[in-house]
C-alpha cells in the first residue's frame, strides 16, 4: 500500500526532554512537510523539505529541528526549548514541479507533554 | 488579517439541504487552492483541488473567484456522513497556507 506512516499514534513525554517524531512515505514524492494542529485551529507550517538535504524554516519553526538524509523519511525532533509543545502533529507529502502538487496527510501523532 | 481567512461555524444544516462555505484569502499570488476535510482526531483528507476557476465532483463544487479574492465549497443534498470540519488552503511558493476551518453538522 502507498501512503504516508507516522509513529507513534500518541507520544507522553515530560517537560524537559527532547522527543523524536517518526514520518515515512512510499509514495515517490520530493515534497515533505511538518504541521502543527492546536484545538479548533488551522494548520501551521512548522518546517518543509522539497529535496533531499534540503529544508526551509515554516512559520512555527522555533523550538523544532528536523533533517532530510533520504527520500522518504522526514522526522522532527521537538526540542525542550519549545514552550508549548502539546499539540497534534501532522506530516504530509506531495509531487514538485507537475502544477499538481497536492498534499497528503499521514494519521498524525499527538504528543503530551507534562 | 490572516493570509486565509474562514467562518469557523459551525454551520448546523437538516439532511438534504444545500450548504455553502466561503473562505477569503489575502495574497493575491496563491496560484492554486484546496478543499480539504478533517474529521474529529484525525488527519485531513483532500477533497478538491482547485486550479482554475471551479471544480465539480458529484455533490460538491468548489469555485475560485480571482478578482475578489476568495473560493467557495457548494454541498448539494448533504448528508450525515458530511458532518466534519473542512479547511481551505492556497498554495504560495511551495507551501500550503491553512484556513482555521468551518465545522459542519448535518441534522437528520
Known amino acids: 500500500d502507498g501512503g504516508i506512516t507516522q509513529s507513534p499514534k500518541y507520544l507522553f513525554r515530560k517537560e524537559g526532554q527532547n522527543v523524536t517524531l517518526s514520518c515515512e512515505q512510499n509514495?515517490?514524492?520530493?515534497?515533505m512537510y511538518w504541521y502543527r494542529q492546536d484545538p479548533g485551529q488551522g494548520l501551521r507550517l512548522i518546517y518543509y523539505?522539497?529535496?533531499?538535504?534540503?529544508?526551509q524554516k515554516g512559520d512555527i519553526a522555533e523550538g523544532y529541528s528536523v533533517s532530510r538524509e533520504k527520500k522518504e523519511s522526514f522526522p522532527l525532533t521537538v526540542t525542550s526549548a519549545q514552550k508549548n509543545p502539546t499539540a497534534f502533529y501532522l506530516c504530509?507529502?506531495?509531487?514538485?514541479?507537475?502544477?499538481?502538487?497536492?498534499?497528503?496527510f499521514g494519521p498524525g501523532t499527538r504528543l503530551t507533554v507534562t | 488579517r490572516k493570509e486565509v481567512e474562514q467562518d469557523p461555524g459551525p454551520f448546523n444544516v437538516p439532511e438534504g439541504a444545500t450548504v455553502a462555505f466561503n473562505c477569503t484569502y489575502s495574497?493575491?499570488?496563491?496560484?492554486?487552492f484546496f478543499w480539504y476535510r478533517q474529521d474529529c482526531r484525525k488527519e485531513p483528507k483532500l477533497l478538491m483541488s482547485?486550479?482554475?476557476s471551479g471544480n465539480e465532483d458529484g455533490r460538491f463544487t468548489a469555485q475560485l473567484n480571482r478578482a475578489s479574492q476568495y473560493i467557495s465549497l457548494l454541498i448539494r443534498d448533504s448528508k450525515l456522513s458530511d458532518s466534519a470540519t473542512y479547511l481551505c488552503?492556497?498554495?504560495?511558493?511551495?507551501?500550503?497556507?491553512f484556513g482555521q476551518g468551518t465545522t459542519l453538522q448535518v441534522k437528520p
Open positions: 504530509a507529502s506531495s509531487t514538485t514541479g507537475t502544477g499538481k502538487d497536492e498534499q497528503y
Open positions: 509514495l515517490n514524492h520530493d515534497a
Open positions: 523539505s522539497q529535496i533531499v538535504n534540503d529544508f
Open positions: 495574497n493575491s499570488a496563491s496560484q492554486s
Open positions: 482547485v486550479y482554475s
Open positions: 488552503a492556497g498554495r504560495r511558493t511551495g507551501k500550503l497556507i
